[in-house]
């Protein structure tokens, strides 16, 4: 019966791990029947199918446990932390051995009648001192052999009460007697399957027990049984899980090898036709390119898991840390259903238990201290997890006391990590990131929990294996904010190819934030500080790195000239820096394989990879090359950084990309709006819709021309600006991109054309800045009506507004915008974290708010504002998708001074002035 007791194994794993969420919710709300009856029937399905398989010491143990939820459910005995502590206990028993059944192949020897006293006696209302002095309950003996069928011909119950098919039984029997082979594997399941979908339907039809003597107060037995939608939504997960099958893990990853030789040999075709422009291959292959991206992705999909699944024990961990440190936490998770590739999620389950870990012990204050500092007792901790980019974010935020800089720092001298000389030259931040060096520990004293210096540089080192950053922000006396960012999968990413020495390599995209090519003409020029390279790009100096300098090829020393040199603009958590490079190529998706033995101690490489032309190249690892390039030459990131913040405390720059389009006249466009830069075929457009499109990553893209008179060649190559939300993008052609430039911009003449906000001097020249608002539209009339608006319109006097939107792409639509009309912007993603800013004593002169948001909608969000004295006065302005007069009603009662729907960006602008100017009547 060993592929039976492997199935009993993993579906008990599954439920166990149910258990500890269920339970934790269950101790939240005692008068939730529904969860209770789910706890009850899962361990006594655990309880039965270990007293058919002959696990006697198991199926105490979970006899034991069910009996107290059997008093639960029964409204006999009251829900107590101590009672579900105990069953707690009882569960992490199980767990315990089914671990060691699962590794030896049968039950461990020992006995369990300790904790089965106490379970006894929890469930007859007894003291846990009665408990240690009731007499030890007998383990049970192997399963005896029924003598007799039950009477009508029912099933037969074995002496532990679970339910038995007779004509099963009978078959046993008679192949003992006869010599006959007993029932298969396969038949037993079935039989077992078909038993427990029986016992889970007569519970349900079942009348509710008749209720013991109990306390007056039985919230439990007040309830009905199971409410209609709870019974539709079990209807509907069975219906769900008919419609799956379990697939060794095995079997998926074979089926993923073959799908990444796929990829490498369709490369290697793609390669081949690529200087063939009329070869009779090129369509065939086009169409085995996209079924091969088509069945990437579908294989992928079946390595994706929630991360929902690396979170199950949190809310277990957090309830024991709170019983353990006399602390009231309460665990906030977001996003659970974000996909990512299972081998990462296994990756990550352990980095991520500790950081919660970590901000439940060294975040969250005790009850009292959070009082005086004027919190709420109960202390929070945020679990957020979003796709970006193509990459997976992770945050992990706490309300709590936040980093004690001071602290850091005689810690640091004390270990001599670092004299009080290095430590005055290093800004907080950097201070900040001392905490990832081993053995560095805040706590004062060691305990269970903490406070051994083993933790936050084995969580940053196991990230930095699969490809991922972490970066931090701390606040002293409001909480820490750590930020992880990992790749969806490691089978098959993306990279740039760069190549040095003649010799290829491959830069993950994911750490790419840009690509530079120096000049003497320009500003973007090397120079030298302290003897060593780095790059002035747009008032900032980023610490430069030569690969021929890292790998000491021939030829390497000097001081890097300025003529035609690229370099790879490169982010590791907190640290920008840039690769000096010989040549860029293109961009490819790639298939990861592992480092050969040989070279696994050079820090710099994190793989390797077979291109389509049939070359090996070796895969660069960014934090392999940061740490190579040592914290020092990082720092003058930081020193260039704050003289840059210094200059100009009113006036913030914008990053602009400038473009020619339909004449001579230079164009601007805020950066940040920006996805990507692209250079396409023309021989790849095509006509849908009656409109140009281009097929990019397996979607069709719409091509919008910035000049409605654009000419389009037949061959050639085209630049396009692409703008991204979720799934959707749009391509904006232009004649030429001329550059990127950071400058302070204040619109100096008003447009009187579509698609223009107005004129404005950029590094010197006239610029015209334009509303890409209007050309998003052209592509999809609803665009805004999912992701949010723009503004567009005149300039106004230099003024605060505060940005609450929980849509990334339109927190980065609108601020440069807004920036550009003279506001200064400071953008939240959602109410709380705007309520905090009122909370350290911020002021605004007008507060935009979106109304759809998770958490506190808007609506709640200005309530609270008007009851608060410190910004009951400031205006506010809604901003939504939906701008029916109903929903203007709600958000004038609830105290917004103008509602505007998204779409309506020419109107947004000049609606601000407006209202802040009324306000300022009003108050006057």
């Keep these: 019966m060993d592929d039976l007791l492997n199935e009993f194994l993993t579906e008990t794993s599954e439920s166990l791990s149910i258990l500890d969420v269920q339970l934790v919710k269950f101790e939240q709300d005692p008068s939730d029947t529904a969860i209770l009856g789910n706890i009850f029937r899962l361990v006594h399905t655990i309880k039965g199918t270990c007293g058919f398989l002959g696990l006697p010491r198991l199926e105490s143990v979970a006899h034991a446990g069910e009996n107290v939820l059997g008093k639960f459910r029964d409204g006999v005995l009251s829900v107590t932390p101590e009672a579900v502590t105990l069953i707690l206990k009882c569960i992490d028993r199980v767990r315990m051995l089914l671990g060691e059944l699962e590794a030896k192949g049968s039950e461990p020897e020992g006995e369990d009648s300790a904790l089965i006293a106490e379970l006894n006696a929890m469930a007859e209302g007894k003291t846990a001192a009665a408990a240690a002095s009731a007499p030890a309950v007998p383990m049970p003996t192997a399963p005896a052999p029924a003598t007799a069928a039950a009477p009508g011909g029912g099933p037969v119950t074995d002496a532990r009460g679970f339910p038995v098919a007779k004509d099963l039984l009978d078959e046993v029997m008679s192949a003992q007697a006869a010599g006959k082979r007993g029932a298969t594997d396969a038949e037993i399941a079935a039989q077992m399957a078909a038993e427990r979908a029986k016992e889970k339907k007569e519970a349900k039809s079942a009348p509710p027990p008749a209720a013991a003597p109990s306390p007056a107060k039985v919230p439990a037995a007040a309830k009905p049984a199971i409410p209609a939608k709870e019974e539709a939504k079990e209807a509907k997960e069975s219906a769900a899980a008919q419609a799956s099958i379990r697939v060794g893990v095995d079997v998926l990853e074979a089926l993923m090898t073959l799908v990444s030789e796929l990829v490498l040999t369709r490369n290697a075709l793609l390669q081949m036709v690529r200087g063939q422009e009329d070869s009779e291959f090129k369509i065939p292959l086009q169409r085995l390119s996209h079924i091969t991206s088509d069945l990437q992705e579908g294989v992928m999909k079946t390595r994706m898991q929630p991360i929902g699944n690396a979170w199950a024990k949190l809310p277990r961990i957090i309830r024991d840390l709170s019983v353990e440190t006399s602390k009231k936490i309460e665990l906030v998770m977001q996003g659970a259903e974000t996909e990512l590739d299972r081998q990462v999620l296994e990756l990550i389950k352990d980095p991520l238990t500790h950081m919660v870990r970590n901000s439940a012990d060294h975040g969250i204050e005790m009850p009292e201290a959070r009082r005086e500092a004027g919190k709420d007792e109960t202390g929070t901790i945020v679990l957020k997890a979003f796709h970006e980019g193509g990459h997976i974010i992770i945050q992990i935020a706490d309300d709590g006391r936040g980093l004690n800089v001071e602290k850091i720092r005689a810690k640091a001298v004390a270990n001599g990590i670092a004299t009080e000389a290095e430590l005055d030259s290093m800004s907080e931040q950097q201070i900040m990131l001392f905490i990832f060096k081993a053995g560095f520990s805040t706590a004062e004293k060691v305990t269970s929990v903490s406070g051994r210096g083993v933790g936050m540089d084995v969580v940053r080192t196991n990230i930095e294996k699969i490809g991922g950053t972490i970066e931090m922000k701390s606040v002293w006396g409001k909480g820490s904010t750590f930020t992880i960012k990992i790749p969806l999968t490691l089978a098959i990413v ?109 820090p710099f490489y994190s793989g390797n990879t077979i291109l389509g032309d049939g070359s090996v190249i070796m895969i660069l690892d960014p934090n392999g090359i940061a740490a190579a390039m040592g914290q020092g030459q990082m720092g003058s990131e930081k020193t260039a950084e704050a003289a840059s913040a210094g200059a100009s405390s009113s006036e913030e720059k914008t990053s602009l990309l400038i473009f020619r389009a339909g004449g001579a006249e230079l164009k601007a466009i805020p950066l940040a709006l920006i996805a990507r830069l692209e250079e396409i075929d023309l021989k790849t457009i095509e006509r849908a819709h009656n409109r140009y499109v281009v097929q990019y990553r397996d979607h069709l893209m ?38 990127i430039i950071e400058d302070r911009l204040k619109v100096e003449l008003a447009a009187g054309l579509a698609g223009i906000i107005g004129s404005a001097i950029v590094a010197g020249k006239a610029t015209d800045i334009v509303d890409a608002g209007f050309y998003l539209t052209q592509a999809y009339a609803d665009w805004f009506s999912r992701s949010g608006g723009e503004a567009t319109g005149g300039a106004i006097a230099q003024k605060r507004a505060l940005l609450v939107d929980d849509s990334p792409f339109f927190r980065t639509l609108l601020s440069p915008l807004l920036s550009v009309a003279g506001w200064q912007v400071t953008a939240v993603e959602n109410a709380v974290d705007a309520l905090k800013l009122r909370e350290s004593g911020q002021m605004y002169d007008v507060i935009i708010s979106d109304i759809e948001m998770p958490g506190m909608d808007g609506f709640t969000f200005a309530e609270d504002v008007r009851r608060d004295p410190r910004w009951s006065t400031v205006p506010m302005v809604a901003l939504s998708s939906r701008a029916q007069d109903s929903d203007k009603a709600r958000g004038k009662e609830v105290g917004f001074n103008d509602y505007i729907a998204k779409s309506d960006r020419e109107v947004l602008v000049s609606t601000l002035a407006d209202t802040v100017a009324h306000a300022a009547r009003r108050l006057a």
């Design 494 to 602: 993306s990279a740039l190819v760069v190549e040095c020495a003649q010799e290829r390599f491959a830069i993950p995209q994911i750490s790419v934030l840009e690509l530079v090519r120096t000049s003497d003409q320009t500003d973007t020029k090397i120079e030298m500080i302290n003897a060593s390279p780095v790059l002035r790009l747009r008032d900032r100096l980023l610490p430069l790195v030569s690969l021929r300098g890292l790998f000491k090829i021939d030829g390497a020393g000097g001081v890097p000239r300025n003529d035609d040199l690229y370099i790879v603009v490169t982010q590791v958590g907190a640290y920008t820096f840039g690769i000096i490079v010989d040549r860029v190529f293109d961009t490819e998706e790639i298939v990861v394989k592992p480092v050969a033995p040989i070279l696994r101690e050079i």
């Design 702 to 739: 719409p091509l919008i021309p910035f000049n409605p008179g654009h000419e389009w060649k037949k061959t050639g190559r085209q630049p396009i600006l692409v703008f991204t939300d979720g799934d959707r993008s749009m391509g904006l052609v232009v004649d030429e991109i001329v550059d």
